[in-house]
T-cell receptor
Framework: KAGVTQTPRYLIKTRGQQVTLSCSPI?????VSWYQQTPGQGLQFLFE???????NKGNFPGRFSGRQFSNSRSEMNVSTLELGDSALYLC??????????????FGPGTRLTVL | KQEVTQIPAALSVPEGENLVLNCSFT??????LQWFRQDPGKGLTSLLL?????REQTSGRLNASLDKSSGRSTLYIAASQPGDSATYLC??????????????FGQGTTLQVKP
């Protein structure tokens, strides 16, 4: 079974631009969660989508948004990029059943650099 | 607010040594706890998931325990190898519909196993 894939793997943008990142979950998984990882803050939860609906959202400004398609693929968008948005963005997929054994499987991440 | 702490932040051991990584959390109302491994610049690899009703899980040379009452988990690595060198992260899943798909991560323990 193929794992979680993320595209692109690397991105370089300038301040003020916007960016879209893509995540394809493991086949059969309906939940996709997004995280931001930085050296200072570690891994922080951005949001989670299940069946095309955002079920949960972390404490990030409205510049961070996402969506999920009917095939469970998900995208996240960051508008008006700031230097502090430079980070590794990770997505994780799970069955989304909410059960105690609902393991999250992570993709390789997208490294975003904002200049 | 749930906080997850991992001690030590870094650890260096000679090959063959048995070692213990520690994780503590402030709120015992967790759904599950996961241990992950992260290699530099890469995504997260799930190692073990312990459900809230379980006390431990084992996979090969790895054994993870969970004590909800004291808010602690340990990851035991037997007979360490240079290939075990990585950052180890623990994360808790929280109870409640407002916490679906969300993991709270510790800052990680960076392990170096010297040949």
């Amino acid at each position: 079974k193929a794992g979680v894939t993320q595209t692109p793997r690397y991105l370089i943008k300038t301040r003020g631009q916007q960016v879209t990142l893509s995540c394809s979950p493991i086949s059969g998984h309906r939940s996709v969660s997004w995280y931001q990882q930085t050296p200072g803050q570690g891994l922080q939860f951005l949001f989670e989508y299940f069946s095309e609906t955002q079920r949960n959202k972390g404490n990030f400004p409205g510049r961070f948004s996402g969506r999920q398609f009917s095939n469970s693929r998900s995208e996240m968008n960051v508008s008006t990029l700031e230097l502090g948005d430079s980070a590794l963005y990770l997505c994780a997929s799970s069955l989304g059943s909410g059960g105690r054994a609902d393991t999250q499987y992570f993709g390789p991440g997208t490294r975003l650099t904002v200049l | 607010k749930q906080e997850v702490t991992q001690i030590p932040a870094a650890l260096s051991v000679p090959e063959g040594e048995n070692l213990v990584l520690n994780c503590s959390f402030t709120d015992s109302a967790i759904y599950n706890l996961q241990w992950f491994r992260q290699d530099p610049g890469k995504g997260l690899t799930s190692l073990l998931l312990i459900q809230s009703s379980q006390r431990e899980q084992t996979s090969g040379r790895l054994n993870a325990s969970l004590d909800k009452s004291s808010g602690r988990s340990t990851l035991y690595i037997a007979a360490s190898q240079p290939g075990d060198s990585a950052t180890y992260l623990c994360a808790v899943g929280l109870i409640g519909s407002s916490n679906t798909g969300k993991l709270i991560f510790g800052q990680g323990t960076t392990l170096q196993v010297k040949p």
